[in-house]
C-alpha cells in the first residue's frame, strides 16, 4: 500500500542513533546541556503543551520523581531526545474515573512546569506531528514496558534499566531482556460491496471497528486474519493480503492492517469477543465517517481501522 506510513505513529522518521546507546558521554553532555531535551510521561501520557510535546532540560524539577536512567529515544534534526517517566508522582487530586475509562480526557498539572499538562495519548495523537507522533508513542511503550518488566523472567532477582533503556539486565543470572512487541492483526473483510465491523463489550456506546486479535506463536499473519474472524463470527476467509502497520502503544503492540476476502456472509458471534457484528455497505460507512449516521460510531481518527476504512472507501489501497 503506497500510503501506510501516513497512518497515525507511522512515518515519523526520527533517527534512532542506536550507536549512542552505549555512549554515556555523549548522553550526559546533552543531559547536561540545558537544551529541553526529555520528554517526561506520567503513567503513560506524554507531558503537552498547547499541541505539542513539552521537553524540559535534564536537570528540571518536574524530573525530581523520575527513577534513575534516561531513556535514550533518538536524534531529531540537530538535538538528542529522551524520555523519564515521574509515574511516581501524585498530582493533588486525580479523577480515577477519568484515568480508567476508554477516552481519558482528564489533564495533569505538575506545580513545577504549570504552563503544561500531562494528555492522554489516544486523544492528543491526531494533534501531533508525525515525529512528535513517533517519539510519543516511543516513549509511552518503552517505559510501559520497563514498569511492567522490572524483574528477571528467568531467575525473578530485580533486574537493571541499561543500554540507554534498550535493554534490561540481570545481574543475578546476566540475562538480557529485550522491550516486546505483540503483533496483532486488524482487519478489512470485505464481501462485494460490503463491510464487516464489529463492537467489543464496553465499547463506548454505537461504536463499531474492524474485527482484530493477537497472532499466535506459530501463526503467520494470513492465518491469523481467517483464525481471527472464524472465531468471532464463523465467517470463511479466503485471501488475505497485508496492507499497512501502526504502532499503538497500548501498552505494546503492533497492529498489522489487512484485507481479506470473505467466502461466506452469514455471522455466528462469539459474545466473549463480540458484542455485535454486521455487514455495511460502502454508502451507509460513508455516511457514519461524515458522523450522519444515526446510531453508528466508526473507530476515531488516528486509529489504523480508521485509515484502513477511509481509503477502501477511497480505492487507495494499491
Ligand atoms: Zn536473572
Redesign the pocket.
Known sequence: MRLAETVTFGGGGLERAAELRGDQAALTAALDSGDPVVLPIWRGKPLMAGDALQFVAGDHAILADAPPGRLFLGRDGEGLRFAADISAWEPEAVDKAALDSFADDSRQTHPALPEASFRELRLAMVALSAREAEIAATAKAMLGWHRSHRF?A????E?RFDLAGWHRR?P????LHFPRTDPVVIMLITHGNDLLIGRSPGWPQGMYSLLAGFVEPGETLEAAVRREVAEETAIRVGRVNYLSSQPWPYPSSLMFGCIGEALSREITLDPVELEDAFWISREDLVAALAGHHPTLLPARPGAIARFLMENWLADRLD
Not at 528467568?154 to 532477582?157: D, I, L, P, S, T
Open positions: 528477571c528467568k531467575c525473578g532477582a533486574s540481570c543475578s543470572c546476566n540475562a
